[in-house]
């Protein structure tokens, strides 16, 4: 019986109607020590910290660097704490249920819930595309000096390319580009070390919250969705079930400790990473020694455009190595999408399509978008693009974020390893903080738009008409998936390796049992 379609108070076997006989990596025993235990689960949280190094992630740190220095690092900061906590429970939803976060929304709401949660789940996988789309394109433009519209159309064929060095393994794919990415970040440490930031600016942008620059609200929102994406949400749970982890209390208990631990490390990274290029943006573009021809690029800055931020440490071959390190970015960021875009398709729709055929649709969709607005927009244009597409990830998120704060907290699908009272309240007051940012974002910017654009008024009417009823849909949404009451009881790894065992031991005892007997 498919857990959908189960009775509420219904107890589901998770590991029989999965399927899942064994994982993939070996798992080591539990007497060698702590150490090796953890280097058996390192591995996703490092897959996942790289869609915090994207393209979409450098454009809105250029942007926001250049436009307000270091007033926004707090957004960075706050971000990748919240993305840490979320990331954390992700890993431990899989880890304690055995599925990941779609095949449990699969089997919790019903059909029409399911449906529009899956088609905004693709349309979060297809936004956090399109940067990489538009960054891999900005590459060949650095190198090759092609159109940008070209460049998205080559990209579409750096996938055969991806796929056909994937051959070799794909942890020899994923060090080579965090190789080449590592390379971009160790230029900036260096620029940044030779721009020297004012130390203080930097800490105060970190620690005290500010929005008083123009736009500094449109450009929090585009940081937030660049750092906290919902698709990452459904490839973490889904990654750590690659590794064997014991039924047992202690292993499942350490196997959520290592993961912890990796993701702390893993976007602790990428938190040094973001705040550099920031505060070398912001440091840069703000310089009174700046050039006229740099001036001009500060106030529009997109990543084709952001190589001369490394000219003091690479002089001339500044914009080579930056295109090699931009197209590295943006392929390892294809190896995430891809990954979510295949699990999320066989979670909710029971579907699983090969690699390579849900790498060429997800990729094929998001060129067309790229493809109309670099020929239309030129640079300028795919580069705004990016923040929109940054922007729909921030709205997308509580469709994501609210299933897993509800399925982790949960007695039913967590059992006593459910989240405690502290991270409950804490991650939910910290989501709704973000989504309560997003719907005043969305409502003010519509509703000023409304009434202040330059259309005829009744144009503006029946635009509203149309508006207004959207995110009232979309408020109704979020209310709906806070305060449902979860239905499917799910039985968890370890209380049926207790049944089992209690099993077992009842097995034994009768055994014994006859042998006494037969010995009288």
């Known amino acids: 019986m498919d857990a959908a379609q189960a009775p509420a108070g219904v107890v589901v076997d998770v590991e029989a109607l999965a399927g899942r006989g064994g994982s993939h990596a070996p798992a080591a025993p539990p007497e060698e020590p702590a150490w090796k235990r953890f280097l058996c689960h390192v591995g996703p949280g490092f897959m996942v910290s790289l869609a915090y190094l ?23 900061l706050i971000g990748l704490i919240f993305a840490l ?17 779609a095949e449990l929304c699969k089997a919790e709401y019903p059909t029409w819930v ?5 088609l905004l789940a693709e349309l979060a996988v297809i936004a956090a595309d399109i940067p990489e789309v538009i960054g891999t394109a900005f590459a060949f433009n650095l190198l090759f000096h092609i159109p940008v519209w070209v460049g998205v159309l080559i990209t579409g064929s750096s996938t055969l390319l991806l796929l056909g060095l994937q051959k070799y393994g794909v942890r020899k794919l994923e060090l080579l ?8 970040a160790a230029c900036f440490f260096i620029e940044m070390s030779i721009v020297k ?11 005290v919250p ?31 079930l690659s590794r064997n982890t014991p039924s047992s209390v202690r292993g499942i208990k350490d196997a959520c400790r290592f993961f912890l631990f990796e993701s702390g490390v893993a976007l602790f990274v990428a938190l040094l990473i ?43 071959n500044s914009a080579v190595v930056y295109g090699v390190a931009l197209l590295a970015c943006g392929i390892s960021s294809t190896i995430t999408g891809t990954y979510a875009g295949q699990y999320i398709m066989q979670g909710f729709l029971d579907i699983k399509t090969k690699q390579w055929l849900r790498n060429l649709m997800t990729r094929s969709i998001a060129i067309v978008p790229s493809l109309i607005v670099a020929i239309i927009g030129g640079s300028s ?95 109704s949404a979020v209310i709906y998936l806070t305060f449902r009451k979860d239905t499917i009881k799910f039985a968890l790894r370890g209380e049926l390796q207790a049944v089992e065992t209690d099993k077992s031991k009842v097995a034994n005892h009768s055994s014994n049992e006859e042998n006494k007997e037969q010995l009288v």
């Not at 399911?114 to 899956?118: E, F, H, N, T, V």
């Not at 990016?386 to 709205?395: D, F, G, H, K, N």
């Open 381 to 475: 244009g795919a580069g705004r693009l990016i923040i929109i597409a940054s922007m729909i990830l921030s709205v997308e998120l509580p469709f994501a974020l609210i299933p897993l704060l509800k399925f982790s907290s949960s007695s039913n699908k967590m059992g006593e390893n459910k989240n405690s009272i502290y991270i409950i309240w804490f991650s939910w007051i910290l989501g709704f903080i973000i989504i309560g940012i997003n719907i005043y974002f969305l409502s003010s910017k519509l509703v000023g738009w409304i009434f202040h654009n330059s259309m005829p008024i009744y144009a503006s009417v029946l635009i509203a008409i149309v508006v207004f009823p959207l995110m009232l849909l979309y408020i």
């Open 54 to 76: 994207d393209p979409g992630n450098l454009e809105t740190d250029l942007q926001a660097g250049s436009s307000h220095r270091y007033e926004l690092l707090w957004v960075i």
């Open 274 to 316: 973001n705040i550099c290029i920031v505060s070398v943006s912001g440091t840069i573009c703000n310089s009174s020694k700046l050039s006229p021809d740099d001036s001009a690029k500060c106030s529009d800055i997109t990543l084709d455009s952001s190589s001369f931020l490394l000219r003091n440490v690479l002089g001339k």
């Open 210 to 240: 500010s929005l008083s620059g123009s736009g500094a609200t449109g450009d929090t929102i585009a940081l937030l969705g660049a750092l906290v994406m919902p698709h990452n949400l459904f490839l973490h749970s889904a990654l750590v």
């Open 85 to 101: 906590i979320i990331q954390s429970l992700s890993a431990n939803l899989g880890v304690v249920t055995g599925w990941h976060l």
């Open 114 to 118: 399911r449906i529009c949660l899956w």
């Open 177 to 184: 580009v965090a190789l080449l990415v590592f390379t971009m």
């Open 197 to 207: 930031p004012p130390s203080k600016e930097v800490i105060h942008g970190l620690f």
